[in-house]
C-alpha cells in the first residue's frame, strides 16, 4: 500500500469534517440566534454596575464566528460585492470594538488654574492591554470662562490651554464643549464639573516650599458647601478649609458667567483654631508656616483614549456605504411602484 | 392665543381634514387621493411658519421640550409621508393607517407644556442637525412601510376586501413595505453613526448603553433579525407586516418614551 496516499485521505476526510463544520457555522438561522442572543445581553447588561460585559461579549464572539464562516462559504454573500463588502466591515467593527476595549483608557483629572498635568488621574478605568503614555501628555490649564444662561444654565465653556510639542515649540488653544485637545492619544475634555480653588503655599522648617491648590467642592452644584478637609504635605496636620463670600455670582434672573467673587473670605480650622485669611495671609504652625496666597478656579477634565476611533468611523461609514449601494442595486431590478 | 399656537392649531385641524378624507376615501371606496395630497401640503406649509416662528423666539430648533419633539416629528412624518404619497401611488390608501397614529402624536402634543426649555451647550453642533435628520428619515421610512403593513393586515383580517380590491396583491405590497424599511435600516445605521460621533465630542464617548442608545440599538437588531429572517425563511406577507409594526413600536418608544422617562444623561443637560 502507498502510505502517503492512505496519508492523503486522512487528510482529505479532516478537511471535509471542516468543511462541514465551518458550513455549519455558517448557518443564517446561526445568524437569527446570534441577534437574539445579544438583544438579550444588551437588555440585562448593566453598564452602571461594571457588571456583566460578558452578556455582550459572548454572543458577539459567536456572531462574529458566524459572519467569518459565513464571508468565507456562503454563495450569495460571495457573489454580491456590496453584501460582502457590508458584512467584511461589520465583522471589523466588531473587531475593531473588541481591540478598543482591550486598549482603552477613561479617566478623571483635576488642574488649578496655571497647573500642569503630571499624568496622575483621580479616577481611570482601563482595559487590560492598555499601555500608559500618560505622562507623556503634558498640558496645563490656562483659565477658562463658562457662561451661564437665565435660569443658572450653563452654556459655553472655554477653556485655555498650553503645552510644548514635540518639536519643542509651544502650543496654545482653547478647548471645551464639543473641542477637546488630544495629545499623544489622549482626547481631554473638559468636564461640568469645576470650582473654586484656594492656593497654599507651605513652607515646613525643615525641607522646601510646596505650592498647592485645594480643590472645593464643584460649583455651582455644591454651592452650600464649599468646605473640605486636607493634610499638609508630609505631615498629619488636617486643615478644614471653607471659602465664604456674600456675593451672587450666577444670577437666576439674568446671563452670567463663572468668575471668582470681589470679596471672599477662607475659613481654616487647624485643631482647635479658627482663622479667617484674606490673600497673603500666613498662619505659623508648629512645622512650618502655611501662606494663603489667592483663590483661583479648577477645572475637571475627563481623559480618554482609543485609538480605534478613526477605523471604526471608517469601517461604519464604508459598511452604510455598502449597505445602501446593495440595496440600490437590487432594488434598481424592479420599479417601486410595480 | 400666540400667532405660532394659532397657526400651529390651523396645521392640525387640516391635518384632522386630510386624514379624514383618507379615512373616509378608504371606506367608502372613494378616490380622495389629491384633496388629501393637498390638504397635507398646506397643513405642512402652515406647519412649517409655527416651528419657525417658535424657533425665531426661542433661538433654537424643536429638539428639547417634548411638545418640540412631537411637534416637528409630526411634520417631518407627514412629510415624509407626503412625498411617497405623491411619488409611490401604491402607498396612497396607507394613508388611512398612517393618519390615525399621526392623529395619536397630535392628541398628546396638545396635552403636553407648550412652554420653552433649556438648550444645553451639547446641542451646539452640527451633528445635532444631522442626527436628528438621520432619523426622522429613518421614522418616516418605517412609518411608510407600517402604513402598508396595515393594509396588508386588514386584508388579512377580512376588513374591506373589494375596498382594498384595487391594490396590489399582498406580496408585491410587501415588497414595496420591505424597501421603506430598507430605507430606514440605511437612515437608522447612519443616525447611530452619527449619533456616536457626537456622543465622542459631547461625552468623551462613543457608546455606553445609555437607555437611550441601548434601545435604539435594539431597534436596529429587530430591523436586521427581519431581514435575515426574510432571507432565510419565506416570510408570509402579513408575517412581515407583523415584524414592521414591531419595529415601529420599538422605534416609537425608543424615540418618545425612553428620553422622558429615564434620567439618563442622555440629554446632556447639567
Ligand atoms: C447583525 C449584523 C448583521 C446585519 C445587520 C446584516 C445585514 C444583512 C443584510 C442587510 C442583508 C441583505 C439581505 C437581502 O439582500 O435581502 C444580509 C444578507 C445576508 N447576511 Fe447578514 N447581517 C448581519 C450579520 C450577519 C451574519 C452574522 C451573518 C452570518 C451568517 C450574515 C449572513 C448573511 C447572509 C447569508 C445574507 C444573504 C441572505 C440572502 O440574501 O439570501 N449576516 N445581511
Redesign the pocket.
Same mark, same amino acid.
Request: aromatic share 16%.
Given at each position: 500500500m502507498n502510505t502517503s496516499a492512505a496519508n492523503a485521505g486522512v487528510s482529505n476526510t479532516g478537511g471535509w469534517y471542516a468543511a462541514a463544520w465551518l458550513h455549519r457555522l455558517?448557518? =443564517?438561522r446561526? =445568524?437569527l440566534l446570534?441577534?437574539v442572543l445579544?438583544a438579550c445581553g444588551v437588555i440585562a447588561y448593566e453598564p452602571a454596575a461594571g457588571r456583566g460585559a460578558w452578556l455582550i461579549v459572548a454572543p458577539l464572539s459567536l456572531? &462574529?464566528a458566524? +459572519? &467569518? &464562516?459565513?464571508?468565507l462559504t456562503?454563495a450569495?454573500?460571495r457573489q454580491?460585492t456590496a +453584501?460582502l463588502v457590508?458584512?467584511l466591515a461589520? +465583522?471589523a467593527i466588531v473587531l475593531l470594538a473588541a481591540a478598543g476595549r482591550l486598549t482603552y483608557l477613561k479617566g478623571q483629572l483635576e488642574l488649578a488654574e496655571g497647573e500642569a498635568f503630571s499624568g496622575q488621574l483621580m479616577q481611570v478605568e482601563r482595559g487590560p492591554w492598555h499601555r500608559s503614555q500618560l505622562e507623556r501628555a503634558v498640558f496645563s490649564n490656562e483659565g477658562y470662562t463658562i457662561r451661564y444662561e437665565k435660569g443658572v444654565r450653563r452654556a459655553d465653556t472655554r477653556n485655555a490651554v498650553r503645552w510644548v510639542d514635540e518639536s519643542g515649540r509651544e502650543q496654545r488653544a482653547v478647548i471645551g464643549d464639543h473641542t477637546p485637545l488630544t495629545l499623544h492619544g489622549y482626547r481631554f475634555y473638559t468636564s461640568f464639573n469645576k470650582g473654586f480653588a484656594p492656593v497654599f503655599i507651605w513652607q515646613p522648617f525643615a525641607g522646601v516650599p510646596q505650592r498647592g491648590s485645594v480643590n472645593l467642592p464643584s460649583y455651582p452644584i455644591h454651592e452650600y458647601r464649599q468646605a473640605l478637609e486636607w493634610n499638609l504635605p508630609a505631615t498629619q496636620t488636617s486643615v478644614w478649609t471653607m471659602l465664604q463670600f456674600d456675593e451672587v455670582l450666577l444670577d437666576p434672573d439674568k446671563p452670567s458667567q463663572l468668575r471668582l467673587p470681589s470679596q471672599h473670605a477662607l475659613v481654616v480650622r487647624i485643631g482647635e483654631a479658627r482663622h479667617e485669611l484674606a490673600p497673603g495671609a500666613r498662619i505659623a504652625l508648629p512645622q512650618g508656616v502655611l501662606t494663603y496666597e489667592r483663590l483661583s478656579l479648577w477645572m475637571g477634565y475627563t481623559v480618554f483614549y482609543d485609538w480605534t476611533l478613526p477605523w471604526l468611523a471608517a469601517a461604519c461609514v464604508l459598511?452604510v456605504a455598502a +449597505?445602501a449601494w446593495?440595496?440600490r442595486r437590487?432594488f434598481a431590478a424592479q420599479p417601486w411602484d410595480a | 392665543m400666540t400667532i405660532e399656537l394659532q397657526l400651529l392649531w390651523g396645521a392640525l385641524a387640516l391635518y384632522t381634514l386630510a386624514g379624514s378624507t383618507a379615512i373616509g376615501g378608504t371606506v367608502l371606496a372613494r378616490r380622495v387621493e389629491r384633496s388629501v395630497l393637498a390638504l397635507i401640503v398646506i397643513g405642512l406649509v402652515v406647519h412649517a411658519v409655527s416651528i419657525g416662528l417658535r424657533w425665531e423666539r426661542v433661538g433654537h430648533g424643536p429638539f428639547i421640550t417634548m411638545f418640540e419633539i412631537l411637534s416637528s416629528n409630526v411634520w417631518s412624518l407627514l412629510l415624509i409621508f407626503a412625498l411617497a404619497y405623491w411619488r409611490v401611488p401604491a402607498v396612497r390608501p396607507a394613508a388611512a393607517v398612517v393618519m390615525p397614529i399621526l392623529f395619536v402624536m397630535m392628541g398628546w402634543m396638545l396635552v403636553t407644556s407648550p412652554g420653552d426649555g433649556h438648550y444645553p451647550p451639547t446641542y451646539r453642533t452640527v451633528w445635532l442637525y444631522i442626527h436628528v435628520f438621520f432619523g426622522k428619515v429613518f421614522l418616516g421610512a418605517v412609518l411608510v412601510a407600517v402604513g402598508i403593513a396595515g393594509l396588508i393586515l386588514l386584508r388579512r383580517a377580512g376588513f374591506g376586501v373589494q375596498r382594498l380590491a384595487r391594490l396590489p396583491d399582498s406580496a408585491r405590497l410587501e415588497n414595496l413595505a !420591505?424597501r421603506f424599511m430598507?430605507l430606514g !435600516?440605511v437612515f437608522e *445605521?447612519l443616525m447611530l453613526i452619527a449619533g456616536a460621533v457626537w456622543a465622542q465630542d459631547a461625552w468623551g464617548r462613543y457608546w455606553a448603553w445609555d437607555p437611550l442608545e441601548t434601545w435604539a440599538f435594539l431597534t436596529?437588531?429587530t430591523? @436586521?433579525?427581519f431581514?435575515?429572517a426574510? @432571507? *432565510?425563511f419565506r416570510l408570509q406577507p402579513h408575517h412581515s407586516a407583523l415584524f414592521i409594526m414591531g419595529v415601529f413600536v420599538l422605534a416609537f418608544l425608543t424615540f418618545f418614551g425612553v428620553p422622558f422617562v429615564s434620567t439618563a444623561p442622555h440629554k446632556g443637560a447639567v
Open positions: 455558517a448557518s =443564517t446561526l =445568524t446570534f441577534i445579544l456572531g &462574529a458566524n +459572519l &467569518a &464562516a459565513a464571508i456562503n450569495v454573500i454580491h +453584501l457590508f458584512h461589520l +465583522l459598511a +449597505l446593495h440595496f437590487k | !420591505f430598507i !435600516f *445605521t436596529w437588531l430591523l @436586521a433579525f431581514v435575515h426574510r @432571507a *432565510t
